[in-house]
């Protein structure tokens, strides 16, 4: 009995047989009880092995359930011209395992939690897919069969990065497109191209950023971390909104960082300042403005959420991780060094796409958004991230920004 055990062959329908004086019967909509006639009582539990269980499937043809004058049930077999009490789906039950969701961390590769995924038939768009974790993440979703549309600015490292996940499965359904989010001209021509494909969307990471770059303006006229890191988002989602809500559920997945927290975007009379989210050459400092960006993404995600979620399109913010080897510490020596000093003790790139490839696919978050997550957890963001009037003050300077540059309306 004990090597039987070992080899995980103990568990024989015996177990299932029961003691004297009970009986099993089965409710109307197939659950199992237990009656006991000795002692006048039923319960849920198998009296042997404590386990619920509920009938599978229907009832086989030509079976149908009624109900006597003392309002028990019974079954009528009209081909065999008989009845029963005993519910025959008795003879097929299946236990009633509470599936509960998996539990992530900060170890958690994105391949895990995307382990008995299908999904081939979701299409997803990953700003600035080419390179570190947004890489990862394409190649995590790809792998796994969605249409994945990799948004980058440069077509040789696009392309590039398009042939490395074909390489590794070549059915993978993987494309690149242009967007360069520090130009409102380029995002408006890539969603109308997206819109020509006629394809639906399911999730949309905005995942491309730049950090600790030199001061420089964009085309149109703004700081240009700002722009890329939230503006242009803010553009391509509006843009993209009707798409995303024709598709849902949809999910909007936006990269944030930690950093958020050493900053704050209001002014001295506590109102969203234009020149502090787009500061002059003589007033900007490259880490600020990263900071400033990165907290625009938290505010932008709880404000789309709460506009989008009534229309089946949830946004949530995460910070994947400290210092990982990307590409984003090669604007400034100083941040290669510390990178360099910091990678030994870094997550892996697949570790770093796990907390947003969780907020695309869990299924315990279908229906929630306006949340901020790190190593696959919720998490509390700092005060001003939580504050839904500067959400909204920043909402309507986005607003303002667009209308004002793009030169026309912002929807198509
Ligand atoms: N690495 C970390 O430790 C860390 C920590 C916290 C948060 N994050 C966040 O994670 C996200 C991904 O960063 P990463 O570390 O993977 O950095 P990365 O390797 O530098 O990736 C950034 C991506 O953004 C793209 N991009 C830059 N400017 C763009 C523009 N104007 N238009 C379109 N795409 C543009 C880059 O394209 P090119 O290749 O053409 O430059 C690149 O593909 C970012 O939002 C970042 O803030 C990273």
Redesign the pocket.
């Given at each position: 009995m004990a090597a039987l055990k070992y080899a995980g062959m103990d568990d024989t329908d015996s177990e299932d047989e029961l003691p004297p004086g009970w009986e099993e019967r089965s409710t109307k909509d197939g659950w199992l009880y237990y009656a006991n006639h000795e002692e006048m009582k039923t319960q849920w539990e198998h009296p042997k092995t404590g386990k619920k269980k509920r009938c599978a499937g229907d009832l086989p043809y030509g079976w149908e359930q009624e109900t006597d004058a003392k309002g028990q049930i019974f079954y009528v077999d009209h081909i065999n011209k008989r009845k029963t009490y005993f519910d025959p789906r008795q003879a097929f039950t299946v236990e009633d395992v509470q599936v509960k969701p998996k539990r992530y961390d900060g170890n958690t590769p994105a391949l895990e939690i995307l382990q008995g995924h299908d999904l081939s038939d979701k299409v997803i768009i990953i700003?600035?897919?080419?390179?570190?974790?947004?890489f990862e993440t394409a190649r995590s979703f790809a792998l796994h069969g969605a249409h994945v549309i990799l948004?980058?600015?440069?077509k040789a490292?696009s392309s590039k990065a398009v042939n490395r996940i074909l390489e590794e499965w070549h059915k993978a359904r993987v494309e690149a497109m242009t967007?360069?989010?520090?130009s409102l001209r380029s995002v408006r021509e890539f969603a109308e191209a997206f819109k020509a494909k006629k394809l639906p969307l399911h999730i949309l990471v905005c995942?491309?950023?730049?950090?600790t770059q030199p001061w420089r303006l964009t085309e149109d006229g703004l700081e240009s971390t700002f722009q890329?890191?939230h503006l242009?988002h803010f553009y391509l989602v509006q843009l993209l909104q009707n798409v995303l809500g024709r598709s849902a559920p949809a999910r909007v997945v936006v990269?944030?960082?930690?950093?958020h927290r050493f900053t704050d975007l209001l002014d001295s009379c506590g109102k969203m300042d234009l020149t502090l989210l787009s500061p002059s050459q003589k007033e900007y400092w490259s880490m600020l403005a990263y900071n400033r960006a990165?907290l625009c993404n938290i505010l932008f995600s709880n404000e789309l959420n709460r506009r989008l979620s009534p229309h089946g399109v949830t946004s949530n913010a995460v910070?994947?991780?400290?210092?990982?080897y990307?590409?984003?510490h090669?604007s400034w020596w100083l941040m290669t060094f510390l990178f360099n000093l910091a990678r030994p003790f870094?997550k892996s790139m697949q570790q770093?796409a796990a907390t947003t490839v969780y907020c695309a696919v869990a299924p315990e978050l279908e229906g929630l958004g306006g949340m901020y997550f790190n190593n696959c957890f919720r998490c509390v963001p700092s005060a001003q991230a939580q504050d839904p009037s500067s959400a909204l003050s920043l909402w309507e300077l986005s607003e303002r920004l667009v209308q004002e540059r793009s030169g026309g309306p912002q929807a198509l």
């Open positions: 700003t600035g897919g080419n390179s570190g974790i947004g948004a980058c600015r440069n490292r967007l360069d989010l520090a995942n491309a950023a730049v950090c890329i890191c242009g990269l944030s960082s930690e950093s990165k910070h994947p991780g400290n210092m990982m990307t590409s984003i090669r870094t770093g």
